[in-house]
């Protein structure tokens, strides 16, 4: 199961101080995938020209894991 979480980021107009909201504490911050699969998207988009519809779809499968942006 992948749960997907915004930290928002808002700045005070008078002090101009940043807070930045807090990750549940069973989450140690942002997870981002590796360059391993970083590198096998873009060759999949831009060396083969696979539509990036078709692309989530094939991570997702492999992966067992639903990608939405």
């Known amino acids: 199961m992948v749960t ?14 940043r807070n930045k909201g807090p990750f549940p504490a069973d989450m ?14 873009m060759n999949l988009l831009i060396a083969l020209m696979i539509s990036l519809k078709r692309v989530q779809q094939s991570i997702q499968t492999l992966t067992s894991v639903s990608s939405t942006s």
């Not at 911050?29 to 391993?36: A, D, E, L, R, T």
């Open 4 to 17: 997907h979480v915004d930290a928002e980021i808002k700045q005070c107009p008078q002090c101009r101080t």
């Open 28 to 41: 140690a911050g942002p997870v981002q995938y590796g360059p391993g699969i970083k590198g096998y998207v």
